[in-house]
């Protein structure tokens, strides 16, 4: 899942209650697909630098959500045939803190009574972290498509 930004300016007309009947229904859209809306900021009122659908302001919203890519096409339909909606805009943002890289003590490999390098031992050593790893954060390694749940 990434994160987007949907910018929603609203009609003027549109009450306050309007507006939160919105708001319902973005994060409704964005909670059908196992999305979740980040943060919501209202802007409120602005006017516009020239007129947009012959209307010269209207209420912004400043969605940040976490979702799928493959519900930003309902959504995008959906806002796009909503009468209450004078125009929207969803970007991707950039990839913040998408990766982390922890460190682990150095795994010595076990010698045999020779000095070699035991492969087995050393392999055995390996994968008991990478299995600790996984118990640890099994979200993190095992995926099921919602399909098989």
Do not use: C
Not at 27 to 34: F, N, P, S
Not at 37 to 56: M, Q
Not at 91 to 119: M, N
């Amino acid at each position: 899942m990434r994160a987007y930004e949907v910018m929603i300016i609203v009609d003027p007309e549109v009450d306050d209650a309007g507006v939160k009947l919105v708001v319902t229904r973005v994060t409704d859209l964005v909670q059908a697909d196992a999305g979740r809306v980040a943060t919501l900021d209202n802007w409120g009122r602005r006017r516009f630098t020239h007129p947009l659908k012959r209307k010269n302001e209207g209420t912004y919203l400043v969605f940040e959500i976490v979702t799928p890519a493959t519900s930003l096409d309902p959504l995008d339909r959906n806002l796009r045939l909503a009468d209450e909606i004078i125009r929207h805009k969803i970007i991707r943002l950039p990839d913040r803190h998408r990766f982390r890289v922890d460190l682990t003590e150095a795994i010595e490999p076990p010698r045999d009574a020779d000095g070699k390098i035991d492969i087995e031992g050393t392999m055995q050593a390996i994968t008991s972290v990478v299995e600790g790893w996984v118990r640890e954060y099994p979200e993190q390694w095992l995926w099921v498509h919602r399909r098989w749940r």
